[in-house]
Each structure stands twice: as C-alpha cells, then as structure tokens.
C-alpha cells in the first residue's frame, strides 16, 4: 500500500497562475481533506469530502476549488494563485462512516511557492 | 472561537529523561483528542487517540492523559530517544469532519 500519495512535491508559481495539486489514496478510505500548514500556525483545512461525491467548505476556502473525482482522488485547483497561497499543503484520508474512526492518514506534502 | 495552544517554545530535553508537552483547548468540549508526530519535510502521523471517558492512555513508551475539568491533555514520552526528535501536534475532536489541530511543539532529544 503506498498510502496517501500527493503530486507535485514542489512548485513554484507566478501570481495569476493556476495549478491543480493532485492526492490518492489506496486505502479505501471514504473521506478525504486538504489543508494547508503554515509556519507557526496548525494545520488549516482548506476543504474536505466526506464521501465520494460530496464536497464542502474548511475553515479557509477562499481561492480554491475542489474535486472528488472517485473514491481514490480528490484534487485541489488554485484558479488565480496569490502570494498568500504560498504554503505547503497536504492532503489526508480517514475510514470515517458507521464504525467512525478518526485517525487521518496523511501524504507527504506539496511545497508551493507563489512568486 | 475554539482555540487550541501548545507551547510554541522548543522543548529540549536529555536522552533517557521524560519529554511532557502540553495542549490546551478553549470554546468547546472535545469528545476525544488525539496526537500526531511530523518530522520536518513529511505529513503527520498519528500515534494515539484518548476520549473524554479515558484518563489515561498508553501505547509503549507514550502515555497521553486527557481532563475535561482543566482542558488539558498531556503526552509524556519516557525514557526518550534522540529520534523521538519532531514537532507533536495535538488535535481536540468532536466528532465531525472538521478536525483542529495545535501548532505543535518542538521536541529536541539531545544525546
């Protein structure tokens, strides 16, 4: 199992740019989150889908947009990225549903730099 | 707004000695709280959940308490190890999706 897997590691944009930060999950977890981690501040959930198909606002949705493309995908697309974007963002997964399990299973991370 | 604090400052400590840190939480009442491990460069792990009806909680060298009366939960790792070295987050839960976590504290384990 390779767990969570998220692409790219790394990316640098200039201001007005978009990009699409891709994450997958081999576990078949039903609920996946994006946040964003910044220095001196705990992680910062950007937006979460709690089962395929569904989708909804974190606590700082503001310029982002998601997909959950199937159970496996959920992806996140900065349409016009802004120096303030500038983060690393990492994306999760839990069991969640009936038997409700909160441990969330995180990938390695995307470092972006917005110039 | 909920809020939670663990201590910003580095925690250094010797190796074999036991490492406590701290995580505080105001404006709401967690059904649970769990720790997490990162290491610079990677994602949080997670190591121990504890809910509200548990005191106490161990998983080999780690041991997590949790008072509902003071807001307070306390990991302790004993006899600790220099790769024991990392940034613990701690995350009070209530259930839903929306997960808070601390800033974490820095843990350096010196030899």
């Known amino acids: 199992n390779a767990g969570v897997t998220q692409t790219p590691k790394f990316q640098v944009l200039k201001t007005g740019q978009s990009m699409t930060l891709q994450c997958a999950q081999d576990?078949?977890?039903?609920?996946m989150y994006w946040y964003r981690q910044d220095p001196g501040m705990g992680l910062r959930l950007i937006y979460y889908s709690a089962s395929e198909g569904t989708t909804d606002k974190g606590e700082v949705p503001n310029g982002y947009n998601v997909s959950r493309l199937n159970k496996r995908e959920f992806s996140l697309r900065l349409e016009s990225a802004a120096p303030s974007q500038t983060s690393v963002y990492f994306c999760?997964?839990?069991?969640?549903?009936?038997?409700?399990?909160?441990?969330?299973?995180f990938g390695p991370g995307t470092r972006l730099t917005v110039t | 707004s909920q809020k939670i604090e663990q201590n910003s400052e580095a925690l250094n400590i010797q190796e074999g000695k036991t490492a406590t840190l701290t995580c505080n939480y105001t404006?709401?009442?967690?059904?649970?709280l769990q720790w997490y491990r990162q290491d610079p460069g990677r994602g949080p792990v997670f190591l121990l959940l504890i809910r509200e009806n548990e005191k106490e909680k161990r998983k080999e060298r780690l041991k997590v308490t949790f008072d509902t009366t003071l807001k307070q939960s306390l990991f302790h790792i004993t006899a600790s190890q220099p790769a024991d070295s990392a940034t613990y987050l701690c995350?009070?839960?209530?259930?839903?999706?929306?997960?808070?976590f601390g800033a974490g504290t820095r843990l350096f384990v010196k030899a």
């Open positions: 576990m078949n977890h039903n609920s």
């Open positions: 404006n709401y009442s967690p059904a649970y």
């Open positions: 995350a009070p839960g209530t259930g839903g999706f929306k997960t808070i």
């Open positions: 999760a997964s839990t069991i969640q549903g009936a038997t409700a399990s909160y441990e969330q299973y």
